[in-house]
């Protein structure tokens, strides 16, 4: 059984462009969760997906977008990317309403040059 | 504004001795409490969690307490084992309220030395 899967694990991009990170939830899973973690701080809550729609959202900028497909699997989108959004985001997946035992995946290390 | 908030960097212990992380909230509508588990170049990892109704909850060698009235919350490892050895986050939740978001704080670095 497949855990949470993202890709890439690393990237680099320049600043101004946008980037794209892909997350498949755990098999069973419907909701899926983005999470912005910095060096040295513990993860941000930065939008949730259910049923293809956003369900909640963290406090992000508009350049942050995210997209939940039919099978569950989900993007988080970046746009104009600035040096501070250098960081690991994660994506974590859970079963219906709530985030109770959310289990991650293992992260894409983005870093803005 | 830290909502959860782990005020401990890090930990040091030996090897069989009991470890205790500490977390503290400020949101009195946060009703479910987790910890998680992060090595190096991997995503966090559950490990337990307690519901707002309870004030201890065991697992194996993992117990977290709860204090309602304090707004603490505690994870005890007994014994401490040099596998522990990662960073420790404590998140919240208010699913009550419908909010399935986790609040993490900023994490605690336990190293077991053997």
């Known amino acids: 059984d497949a855990g949470v899967t993202q890709s890439p694990t690393h990237l680099i991009k320049t600043r101004g462009q946008q980037v794209t990170l892909r997350c498949s939830p755990k098999s069973g899973h419907d909701t899926v969760s983005w999470y912005q973690q910095a060096l040295g701080q513990g993860p941000q809550f930065i939008f949730q997906?259910?049923?293809?729609?956003?369900?909640q959202r963290g406090n992000f900028p508009d350049r942050f977008s995210g997209h939940q497909f039919p099978n569950y699997s989900s993007e988080l989108n970046v746009n104009a990317l600035l040096l501070g959004d250098s960081a690991l985001y994660l994506c974590?997946?859970?079963?219906?309403?709530?985030?109770?035992?959310?289990?991650f995946g293992q992260g894409t290390r983005l870093t803005v040059v | 504004d830290q909502q959860v908030k782990q005020n401990s960097p890090s930990l040091s212990v030996q090897e069989g001795r009991i470890s205790i992380l500490n977390c503290d909230y400020t949101n009195s509508m946060f009703d479910y409490f987790l910890w998680y588990k992060k090595y190096p170049a991997e995503g966090p990892t559950f490990l337990i969690s307690i519901s707002s109704i309870k004030d201890k909850n065991e697992d194996g060698r993992f117990t977290v307490f709860l204090n309602k009235s304090a707004k603490h919350l505690s994870l005890h490892i007994v014994p401490s084992q040099p596998g522990d050895s990662a960073v420790y986050f404590c998140?919240?939740?208010?699913?009550?309220?419908?909010?399935?978001?986790?609040?993490f704080g900023q994490g605690t670095t336990l190293q077991v030395k053997p």
């Open positions: 997906y259910y049923e293809e729609e956003e369900r």
């Open positions: 974590a997946s859970s079963y219906g309403n709530g985030d109770t035992e959310a289990f």
């Open positions: 998140a919240a939740s208010a699913l009550s309220s419908n909010t399935g978001k986790l609040i």
